[in-house]
């Protein structure tokens, strides 16, 4: 995953909002994500084994709460949780050498869907 990291990948149109994401896997017990929403960005802290970790304030405005693990080489999953809202998904990252895809998996259906990231 050490390749993959820092590289920032731009996001096809999604009901998230979201317009690009990265990931830096320097730490050992958790990593990061950045996402872009418009030209606003967040750094939200993933705990690794799919231990959650928070991060005080997500794009919604609450703190958040996300645990991740890799399924294999190319696969990632990571639990969204917001602390005190509404919002809870999974996200299925699948890298390829041209960028990656994401699969979102809302329990509501609103948010579920599939987004391409391109580098």
Avoid: W
């Avoid at 731009?10 to 317009?19: D, V, Y």
């Avoid at 960005?41 to 970790?53: I, P, S, T």
């Avoid at 294999?72 to 041209?98: C, P, T, W």
């Amino acid at each position: 995953m050490r390749n993959r990291s820092g590289k920032v990948y731009r996001l096809s149109s999604n009901r998230m909002g979201l317009t690009a994401i990265s990931f830096h896997f320097d730490a050992p017990e958790y990593f990061t994500v950045r996402v872009s929403i418009k030209e606003n960005a967040y750094l939200l802290n993933v705990g690794r084994e799919e231990d959650l970790r928070l991060t005080d304030t997500g794009p919604s405005g609450l703190p958040t709460a996300m645990g991740g693990c890799f399924i294999d080489q190319d696969r990632l999953l990571i639990h969204y949780r917001e602390v005190g809202g509404v919002n809870h998904f999974d996200m299925h990252i699948r890298f390829s050498a041209k960028g990656l895809t994401i699969h979102v998996d809302d329990p509501s259906g609103y948010l579920s869907g599939e987004i391409i990231g391109y580098l």
